[in-house]
């Protein structure tokens, strides 16, 4: 059995913003020479997401808007969580999003569906973060 | 290590539906050969999930009218993806029910409690679509 | 390849609560002898998650209103599932959060960035229930 671990660093400029990092997955993956496995991509801070859809800017913006509305930031004293920050919305943002994904690793690649790709989700940012990429297999 | 991977096909009569496809991935684990280690069950459409829930007809009608409240279909235009699609609210309750589980396999069996169960969750149907599922263990 | 699993009992005393089980789940890697692999850790009943944040007293409470508010409890009859049963709320609230995380191990610990915490998420507690912990790896 094989095994490969590395980190991922981002920062974003704005508070909230979707990247995609398939590119750096990908790459992650050929540095690995695995051709047969399990990535597992998460996000090592907990008001972020990573999480598979589509590369589309007006879903994006969906996106942003569904947030929202089911947990907005402001006003920011109507969490508990917010007495010195004011990240609660964040936290609850990225639970519904997902903190992980699985992909599957085929003959050395990615095993995705025609649209797949791989996304940070930043519900906090404007600071360094990780993702963590790790990948067992053979 | 062992590795084995299957594509199940499916095509659902409705815009959305719940199909229980516990048979079908089981089946994958009897022709895989695999006994101890774990399993991947993705979603390889990004406005489809696959998840794991009671098998109970009640629920999946509140499954939908949930969905439906905090993301509805229509109207249409009231999204940005909808300029040439008509289909944002899929991605975003796919999003929401999530795109994969991960099963522990556990002496030749799907290791679950006593009511658990696997669905393809589709929310934008009425086409072929496809699962993955991709089992490594020994 | 060597393989762990262990289950993990848990009655919570109300209906809803969030359990920080992140020892419990250490003591179970630290008792496979695991080094480098990866973690599944799921709720074996379908009212119940499994998910990664902060212990954090007052986001807790937050997750509570949140989830309340998109799913609530009552009235019961609101919900198709409680003919004979009363948790439907829960079966969606758990559908939110998450069944499960996977975790990746690296020289035998727990590879987390720096908040990240193992909850156990109650839905429909004052029971006995299950959580899984299986690890693969060597």
Avoid at 8 to 32: D, G, H, M, Y
Avoid at 39 to 54: E, G, K, P, Q, R
Avoid at 60 to 67: P, T
Wanted: glycine share 8%.
């Amino acid at each position: 059995m094989k095994s490969y671990r590395k980190e991922l660093w981002v920062e974003t400029k704005r508070r909230r913003e979707f990247l995609n990092i398939t590119p750096q997955v990908q790459a992650c993956l050929l540095e690995s020479g695995i051709r047969e496995g399990l990535l597992l991509c998460n996000a090592m801070h907990i008001t972020a997401s990573v999480f598979i859809n589509d590369d589309e800017q007006g879903l994006h913006r969906d996106f942003e808007n569904f947030l929202e509305r089911i947990a907005p930031e402001k006003p920011h004293d109507q969490y508990f969580h917010n007495g010195s920050e004011d990240n609660a919305d964040a936290h609850i943002k990225r639970s519904v999003m997902g903190r992980e994904v699985m992909v599957a690793i085929t003959e050395g690649k990615l095993d995705f569906g025609p649209w797949e790709q791989i996304f940070y989700g930043e519900f906090d940012g404007r600071r360094k973060k990780r993702i963590l990429v790790k990948i067992i297999g053979e």
